[in-house]
Nanobody
């Protein structure tokens, strides 16, 4: 069984920063791509950023230059550093990972709330 647990969400003022973490645990042989997605109220879940096992990154246009995704393979953890936050970044943020266990599958975390408001 594989679990992804996010942390680091919260309430922040516009222009502020937050750092999200997502740690994978369980029977894991390796982790391929990892990523962050978000879902605002009344909207569909959207991609925020992804990172491959070789650390190639991809970002949504709306967060380029403000967010940075990174990973620590030894800790099986992916991070999302969010700077210059805007009210429109308010959403539940989910991490996702393609994990190689006894098979290869896609796992999701439970989500962490990020609220940007004054």
């Amino acid at each position: 069984q594989v679990q992804l647990v996010e942390s680091g969400g919260g309430l922040v003022q516009p222009g502020g920063s937050l750092r999200l973490s997502c740690a994978a645990s369980g029977t894991i042989f390796s982790i391929n791509g990892m990523g962050w997605y978000r879902q605002a109220p009344g909207k569909e879940r959207e991609l925020v950023a992804t990172i491959t096992s070789t650390r190639r990154t991809n970002y949504a246009d709306s967060v380029k230059g403000r967010f940075t995704i990174s990973r620590d393979n030894a800790k099986k953890t992916v991070y999302l550093q969010m700077n210059s936050l805007k009210p429109e970044d308010t959403a539940v943020y989910y991490c996702n990972a393609e994990v190689v266990t006894y098979y290869t599958g896609s796992w999701w975390g439970q989500g962490t709330q990020v609220t940007v408001s004054s």
